[in-house]
């Protein structure tokens, strides 16, 4: 099944109003009935997935459907309950522990810290940022919503509460990074809102490309219209079940918790190119002795797509303009 959550025309209103997307992406219709928005639907997923499922297949044939705007859509989730992110491709922190000459923190378990999740940014939505000279950053990756998880699950069982796939774009503040991270208290200023392609998809859309807990599939990122990187989804080294299992080792986590994998990246980075400017730029240290790339400035747009072997867009793309914030 395929999930966006569009506009519902009440003033204030955050949670959006749940609509199900056909699996070409052109064609909607609203969950009425079934669950008023997405966040209701994980809460209750046992209870309503079959009459959604039985939704989704009338959607998919075009009966009493309407047009599918992504650039209409809201985050799936415009807001959760909570927001880890991982580091489980270990190319991605090798090389940045090379390029600023650092031990490699990264071991025998996963990198995980909660960042902010009250709002998370649609797809195509301006970016408002405060500085140019904070070092702006996009990081393409896939992240998971769970189920309600108990504490102490295992990574054999965690699968089984993953309920929808996304694809995620965090954006980060590179300059105000190092700061925060030597206070050892986490980033806050660093890591403004992630936003999210507008649909979110039940594993088996992908098909074989969801297997082992990942992606299999390669992140196609553009920044300001050229081709910036194609990085496979699968070469994680922890897979979301493990992932899951690390989160919940000590405390549940909530119906609709999103899990991230941290930015996706290839041993292979001088071929496949980046999913994020600190990568590319910590290539050019290495090679050049200086960075080449400069980091965001108003006015630049990044684009993240992901696709089936046979072409089909999976989530929709992101497709957004940073800009300054007006006071």
């Known amino acids: 099944m395929k999930f966006a959550t569009l506009p519902n025309g009440t003033r204030g209103s955050r949670d959006g109003r749940l609509a199900v997307v056909s699996r070409d992406l052109r064609r909607a219709a609203y969950a009425d009935g079934i669950a008023a928005t ?3 639907a994980i809460e209750r997923w046992d209870e ?7 939704l989704y297949e009338a959607v998919n044939i075009g009966r009493d459907t309407f047009p599918f705007d992504p650039t209409q859509a809201l985050a799936p989730l415009p807001r959760a309950w909570q927001w880890l992110d991982g580091s489980a491709y270990l190319s991605h ?5 090379k390029v600023f000459k650092i031990d490699n923190v990264q071991g025998t378990e996963p990198l995980m810290y909660q960042g902010v999740s009250d709002r998370f940014l649609a797809a195509t939505e301006d970016v408002a940022l405060p500085s140019e000279a904070d070092g702006i950053d996009f990081e393409g990756e896939f992240g998971v919503i769970t189920g309600a998880v108990p504490l102490g699950v295992t990574a054999e069982q965690a699968l089984a509460h993953v309920r929808l ?3 995620i774009n965090d954006w980060s503040l590179r300059v105000l990074a190092p700061r925060e991270m030597k206070t050892g208290f986490g980033w806050v200023q660093a890591k403004p809102p992630c936003s999210v ?3 979110a998809v039940t594993p088996d859309e992908l098909g ?3 297997r082992e807990g990942r992606v299999h599939r390669p ?4 920044f300001n219209g050229a081709r910036f990187g ?3 989804g699968g070469a994680m080294a922890f897979g979301f079940h493990e992932l899951i299992a690390h989160a919940a080792r000590t405390r549940d986590l909530c119906a609709g918790t999103i899990i991230g994998s941290g930015t996706v990246s290839n041993d292979s980075y001088r071929t496949v190119g980046s999913s994020c400017i600190a990568e590319r730029r910590g290539i050019e240290i290495l090679d050049e002795g200086e960075p080449k790339t400069p980091f965001m400035r108003y006015g630049d747009r990044v684009r993240m797509e992901v696709k089936l072997a046979d072409g089909a867009s999976v989530f929709g793309a992101i497709d957004q303009r940073v800009v300054p914030v007006v006071r």
């Open 230 to 232: 194609a990085a496979e």
């Open 208 to 210: 074989d490309a969801w």
């Open 48 to 54: 309503v997935a079959p009459a959604l499922q039985a």
């Open 93 to 97: 922190g090798e090389l940045m522990a």
């Open 165 to 167: 796939v996304v694809q």
């Open 197 to 199: 392609a507008p649909v």
């Open 38 to 40: 997405l966040q209701d």
């Open 219 to 222: 992140l196609d990122v553009w």
